[in-house]
């Protein structure tokens, strides 16, 4: 089945403590992106991928990285979370042609205290 | 830089009632429109798209065109039933696949 997994789905963690929310597509897709959903704002475009070890800074990048070794892989880190990072986080996939459409994964809830 | 205005939610209609969601949006060129849907604890799903000017996306009954002189892309559906209640995101995406996402548009259906 085509899809798109993130880990963990929930996270409750605290200040400071370092973390990664995974991302992985078995589409073959060439672009990923995270994205954070908080009431009111919609979603904001953190990072992206285009390929292999090609990201680039979305809108709201400050306080996030992001690797891309693996075409299938886009894990998003926290070095040093912070509770205004408290948010619903979505990764998606496409491939790289601004015709398609994005494929998200079902969200990761990150509760920092 | 691009942006996408969405009308304020929430929308509150009774059944077979007639559904418009303005989306407006500001780009450089050409950009792709979509219309993507989230049911409640679920990612976002598309729902319809149109890539260039005066197309028509439609499905599932909704229908939106890309109009390009008013730079809208507005939602609509004839006839709505409660299984559509959910949170409706217009979206672009421009140069270098560079995505924009409205602010969503809540839509409850009551029978």
């Known amino acids: 089945e085509a899809q798109v997994t993130q880990n963990p789905r929930y996270l409750i963690t605290v200040t400071g403590k370092k973390l990664t929310v995974t991302c992985s597509q078995n589409?073959?897709?060439?672009?990923m992106s995270w994205y954070r959903q908080d009431p009111g704002l919609g979603l904001r475009q953190i990072y992206y991928?285009?390929?292999?070890?090609?990201?680039d800074k979305g809108d709201v990048p400050e306080g996030y990285k992001v690797s891309r070794k693996e075409k299938r892989n886009f894990p998003l880190i926290l070095e040093s979370p912070s509770p205004n990072q408290t948010s619903l986080y979505f990764c998606?996939?496409?491939?790289?042609?601004?015709?398609?459409?994005?494929?998200f994964g079902p969200g990761t809830r990150l509760t920092v205290l | 830089g691009n942006s996408v205005t969405q009308m304020e939610g929430p929308v509150t209609l009774s059944e077979e009632a007639f559904l418009t969601i303005n989306c407006t949006y500001t780009?450089?060129?050409?950009?792709?429109l979509f219309w993507y849907v989230q049911y409640p604890g679920e990612g976002l799903q598309l729902l319809l798209k149109?890539?260039?000017?005066?197309d028509k996306g439609s499905n599932k009954g909704f229908e939106a065109t890309y109009r390009k002189e008013t730079t809208s892309f507005h939602l609509e559906k004839g006839s709505v039933q409660v299984s559509d209640s959910a949170v409706y995101f217009c979206?672009?995406?421009?140069?270098?696949?560079?995505?924009?996402f409205g602010t969503g548009t809540k839509l409850q259906v009551i029978p």
């Open positions: 998606a996939s496409s491939f790289y042609n601004r015709d398609n459409e994005q494929f």
């Open positions: 589409m073959n897709h060439e672009y």
């Open positions: 991928s285009m390929n292999v070890e090609v990201t």
């Open positions: 780009a450089t060129g050409y950009p792709s």
């Open positions: 149109a890539t260039k000017a005066d």
């Open positions: 979206a672009l995406i421009g140069g270098y696949q560079k995505v924009t």
